[in-house]
C-alpha cells in the first residue's frame, strides 16, 4: 500500500458521533487511508467488519502509536496525519515540530477541546484545525486569544437521509414532546427542569414530555429534575431510556426540543429535520447554526431571565400552527442535498490533506 500518503488516528475507541462520521468518511471515499483505532471498545471491530479498503490498525498504548507514526513519518512516504478529535492534539503538536513539512490536522468537536490548556495559544504553521461549527471556532479564538486564526477552518457535518418520511397526526387537546440524548447535566437536564416547572405552573393546556437516552442517576442535577418531576400536576413525563430505531420514537411526539444551549453541533437537529418535526432550542451553540441552514431561526430561544416563558410561548405556536410547520419543514428538505451532502464534505475535509 505505497499509494497511501495519509494516517487517520481516531482515539476513543467508541462508536459515538465523530466515530460514526469517520465511518461513513471511510466507506464513502475514493480515496485509501492507514486507519489508527483504539482498541479500548467496540469501535475497531466495526470497522474490520465493514470489509473497508483501508489498513486498519488497533492500538492500545498511545505513547507506542505516535513512536510508530514517528517511524512512519520518518521512513514512509506519508504526508498528513488526521486526528478526527482534540483528545490527541499534544502529540500531534510534537509530530509537528519534528515534521515540518508535512501536514497535521486536528478536527475539533468538543467544548472541552477548545480550552487554554489543551490548545495553548500554540498551532504550528504546518498544522491545521478543522471545528465541526463556528460555535466552536469562536471557543477556540476565546481560549486562545494568541492563535493563528487563518489556520482554523469551519466544515459542518454532512446528514445522510435514507428513511421515509413521517406522517404523525398530532393530538389537539395535547402537546407532546420529544427530548433525544442522554438525561445528564451535559444534555441540559437542568433547562428541562426549569422549562416544565413554568410550564405546570403556568399554562393550562396538558404537556407529554418523553425522554430517550439513558439516564444518569447518580448526576446531581438529575437527582433535582426528579424531584421537579414528582411536583408536576400537568406534566406527564416519561423516560423511555435508548432507542436504536429513531423512526420509532419520532412516532410518539409532535415537537422536539433540545435543552443544551452549548452543544456544538447536535445531531438530533437534523434527524428531526428530516422527519419533519419542528425543532426549539436556544439559539445558541451549533443548534443556532443548523437552524440557519433550514431558515428555522424563529423556532428558536434566547437564553435570558424569561427563557422558560419564552419556550412555553414557542411550543404552544408550533403546536397550534403544527401542519403550516411541517408544510414549511417539507419544503426545505433539498437543503439535504444542498448544504449537507457526504460527497461535499470528504472533498472538503480531504482538500487539507497533502
Known amino acids: 500500500m505505497s499509494h497511501i500518503k495519509t494516517i487517520i488516528i481516531s482515539p476513543s475507541g467508541g462508536y459515538y458521533g465523530s466515530e460514526q462520521i469517520l465511518h461513513e468518511h471511510l466507506i464513502y471515499t ?21 470489509n473497508l479498503k483501508h489498513s486498519i490498525t488497533s492500538f492500545k498504548s498511545v505513547k507506542w502509536l505516535y513512536f510508530q507514526i514517528f517511524l ?40 472541552e477541546d477548545t480550552k487554554a490548556n489543551r490548545i495553548k495559544n500554540f498551532i504550528t504553521t504546518n498544522m491545521r484545525l478543522i471545528t465541526v461549527s463556528h460555535f466552536i471556532r469562536c471557543e477556540i479564538m476565546k481560549q486562545n486569544p494568541k492563535i493563528n486564526s487563518s489556520k482554523i477552518e469551519t466544515v459542518h457535518d454532512y446528514y445522510i437521509k435514507n428513511y421515509n418520511q413521517l406522517s404523525v397526526m398530532p393530538l389537539k387537546d395535547i402537546v407532546r414532546i420529544g427530548v433525544i440524548g442522554r438525561v445528564t447535566s451535559a444534555k441540559g437536564v437542568s433547562f428541562a427542569g426549569e422549562f416544565l416547572d413554568y410550564w405546570d405552573r403556568h399554562i393550562s393546556k396538558k404537556l407529554e414530555c418523553y425522554f430517550y437516552g439513558d439516564v444518569d442517576k447518580e448526576n446531581t442535577d438529575v437527582q433535582i429534575f426528579n424531584r421537579t418531576v414528582e411536583s408536576l400536576s400537568n406534566v406527564s413525563v416519561s423516560f423511555k431510556g435508548f432507542i436504536k430505531d429513531k423512526d420509532e420514537l419520532f412516532e410518539t411526539f409532535d415537537i422536539a426540543i433540545h435543552f443544551n444551549p452549548y452543544e456544538p453541533f447536535p445531531r438530533i437537529y437534523f434527524d428531526a429535520m428530516s422527519r419533519i418535526t419542528p425543532v426549539i432550542g436556544f439559539n445558541s451553540g451549533g443548534i443556532a447554526e443548523q437552524a440557519q441552514i ?25 403546536h397550534e400552527n403544527i401542519e403550516k410547520c411541517k408544510k414549511e419543514i417539507t419544503e426545505k428538505q433539498y437543503l ?3 448544504k449537507l451532502d457526504i460527497k461535499k464534505y470528504i472533498s472538503k475535509i480531504e482538500s487539507y490533506f497533502n
Open 72 to 111: 512512519l513519518l520518518f521512513f514512509k512516504d506519508y504526508k498528513t496525519v488526521y486526528c478526527n478529535e482534540g483528545g490527541h492534539i499534544r502529540y500531534l503538536k510534537i509530530l509537528a515540530r519534528c515534521f515540518p513539512r508535512k501536514t497535521f490536522i486536528v478536527h475539533i468537536r468538543l467544548v
Open 30 to 50: 475514493e480515496k485509501v487511508f492507514k486507519v489508527f483505532v483504539s482498541r479500548n471498545k467496540n469501535y475497531i471491530s466495526i470497522l474490520r467488519q465493514s
Open 294 to 318: 433550514f431558515g428555522f431561526e424563529k423556532h428558536l430561544v434566547e437564553k435570558t431571565v424569561s427563557w422558560p416563558k419564552e419556550m412555553c410561548r414557542r411550543v404552544l405556536e408550533i
Open 336 to 338: 439535504f442535498d444542498n
